[in-house]
């Protein structure tokens, strides 16, 4: 099994370069299917509150026997937990869940703007990371807008931010954003799920040409974008193709032929972090 190559983070640390969406994992069927994520290579888990599967997670690393500082963790924090206190007990809530000491990088998932208390959430994150509960700090789904706010607040950037990109939508704005301040894009949906475009053109010539399949060509179209994506599969076979795609290289006419995909609201079900509210 060849290891995925990682990113460095703005914090120091360093990420895989792929990870493992496991939304809706769930019970010993879940945890089967994130064990078997681990065996065939993948070292960094995507889970959240609101996934309700912490539990089996843990429980896949647990099963795995592979040692904790060789899988990073990531969670979330609910809309409902945006105050202070509420953030701080969400965290140590979701560690107990986990069965860790701490994850690997916690992330607010979703801006919720009209409640109006995601900067309190951040402050909260800042000082777990320093209180050593989470390594690496970061959100998902903020805007330019938000990524501001909480910048000016606390004088600390995200390391990460968790965006709905996909060939159906693949943000060059918020891309170059991410770019400008140092902050590494994380895909969620990176297939575009429902809407992965694995009979379009672009995607099964790239895949004839380099002999692989059009899900290897939309990640590795992630890969060259600088975006890290995170699929989910409860299938073996598809996990272990999705991590296998270091050994190509699209063309430049072949990445710009996918990002042509886009569309100018691609979104799968119009999740505007500026409006969409999940608690
Ligand atoms: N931050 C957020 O707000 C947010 C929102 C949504 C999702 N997420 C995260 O992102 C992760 C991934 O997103 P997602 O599950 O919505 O979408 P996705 O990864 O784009 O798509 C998953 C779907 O694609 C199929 N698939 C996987 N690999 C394939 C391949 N090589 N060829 C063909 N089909 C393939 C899977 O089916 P099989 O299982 O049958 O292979 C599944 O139905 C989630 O698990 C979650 O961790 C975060």
Redesign the pocket.
């Known amino acids: 099994m060849a290891d995925t190559p990682t990113y460095a983070l703005n914090d120091g640390t360093t990420i895989p370069a792929i990870g493992f969406?496991?939304?809706?994992l769930r019970g010993e069927a879940g945890t089967g299917a994130i064990l078997n994520a681990l065996e065939v290579g993948y070292r960094l888990l995507?889970?959240?509150v609101n996934?309700e599967n912490e539990f089996e997670v843990g429980e896949a690393l647990r099963r795995s026997g592979l040692p904790r500082d060789e899988v990073l963790v990531a969670s979330?924090i609910p809309g409902r937990h945006h105050g202070y206190e509420d953030a701080v007990a969400s965290v140590r809530a979701s560690l107990e869940r986990l069965g860790l000491e701490h994850t690997d990088l916690h992330?607010i998932?979703?801006p919720n703007p009209s409640q109006g208390k995601y900067v309190e959430a951040w402050r909260a994150l800042v000082q777990l990371q320093k209180d050593g509960l989470v390594r690496s700090i970061g959100v998902?789904?903020f805007t330019e807008e938000h990524l501001g706010r909480i910048i000016d607040d606390t004088g600390v950037t995200p390391a990460v931010n968790?965006v709905?990109l996909?060939p159906r939508f693949p943000q060059d704005r918020m891309r170059e954003v991410h770019e400008r301040l140092g902050i590494r894009t994380e895909a969620?949906?990176?297939?575009?799920?429902?809407r992965?475009p694995?009979d379009e053109d672009a995607v099964t010539s790239a895949a004839r040409a380099h002999d692989v399949?059009?899900?290897?060509v939309i990640?590795r179209w992630h890969v060259q974008l600088g975006s890290l994506?995170?699929?989910?599969?409860?299938?073996a076979t598809?996990?272990a193709?999705?991590l296998d795609v270091f050994g190509f290289e699209l063309t430049p006419a072949e990445v710009a032929a996918i990002t042509a995909l886009g569309e100018d609201d691609g979104r799968?079900f119009g999740?505007d972090p500026d409006t969409h509210e999940?608690m």
């Open positions: 969406g496991t939304y809706p995507d889970t959240a996934y979330k992330l998932h979703w998902s789904n968790q709905e996909h969620w949906s990176p297939m575009g799920k429902r992965a694995l399949s059009p899900g290897q990640l994506p995170i699929p989910k599969s409860a299938d598809r996990q193709e999705n799968l999740g999940e």
